[in-house]
């Protein structure tokens, strides 16, 4: 296995909508065992394949803290949501050091692929509904900062750019 770089706000791609998985072959489990060593690395809660450079729709949830059950999703799909939003403090690996409020369903059921070509379906509910709904927006392109009222999403791309002109990005 290995550590793959996370991409940082700021790289292209993960502004590019990411391509479905025709079919779950060995380079698809590989990517995803990486990125479950990584997301267990940088201690985050969850991570799609666009953060470490690939646009294809695969992401893995890491909110067990024993790392024993980790949820990898091929071409996951939100089927349904409770209508109940709640705001919660949320994070990003490709937004090292920012933390805002953003309102996201309660609980969803999400469909997905696993690595044994199985379609399945779960219901989620609190961190492991908002993990899902957040890593599933990463592969529409769509990142976190792009529910904060603008005023707050702009400060937040200056201190980045700031950053990034420091060379600490
Ligand atoms: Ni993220």
Known sequence: MAILEIKKYGDLILRKKSKVILEVDDDVKRLAYNMLETVYLANGVGLAAPQIGVSVRLCVIAVDLDKKSPIIMINPTIISSDGNKISDKEGCLSFPGFYENVKRYNGVVVRYTDLNSRELEIKSQDLLSRAIQHEVDHLD??????????WKRRFVEKKVKRNRNTGKW
């Open 141 to 150: 392109a769509k990142l976190f900062i792009d529910y904060l009222p603008e």
